[in-house]
């Protein structure tokens, strides 16, 4: 069975940082793509970044842009999100997906495995 936890979530002040890790098990993501998405209350599920099978390619949403950095260990079956000078729209539960086309994607269909998801709250 595959399953994505992920971890790292919680409470921030504004202008903090925070990193989330997500650890796959029950198959290896190592020659897909993998990401990470937000969805914020009364709002769509939507796309943050992806890093591509190797890591050698990432994309970002515009509004993490110079902020957010993506990266994976596939040693260790496992993605990362380091989200710094977070701001309160930033609140949102964050999901892990994988199994994405290797080189990357930026929409939910995309991808076939999903975590829980963590819960993100930045403080004014």
């Known amino acids: 069975q595959v399953q994505l936890v992920e971890s790292g979530g919680g409470l921030v002040q504004a202008g903090g940082s925070r990193r989330l890790s997500c650890a796959a098990s029950?198959?290896?993501?190592?020659?897909?793509?993998m990401g990470w998405f937000r969805q914020a209350p009364g709002k769509e599920r939507e796309f943050v970044a992806f890093?591509?099978?190797?890591?050698?390619?990432?994309g970002y949403a515009d509004f993490v842009k110079g902020r957010f950095t993506i990266s994976r260990d596939n040693a260790k079956n496992t993605v990362y999100l380091q989200m710094n000078s977070l701001k309160p729209e930033d609140t949102a539960v964050y999901y892990c997906a994988a199994g994405a086309p290797p080189g990357g994607g930026t929409h939910r269909l995309e991808y076939g495995y999903w975590g829980q998801g963590t819960q993100v709250t930045v403080s004014s």
């Open positions: 890093i591509s099978w190797s890591g050698g390619r990432t």
């Open positions: 029950g198959r290896t993501f190592s020659s897909k793509a």
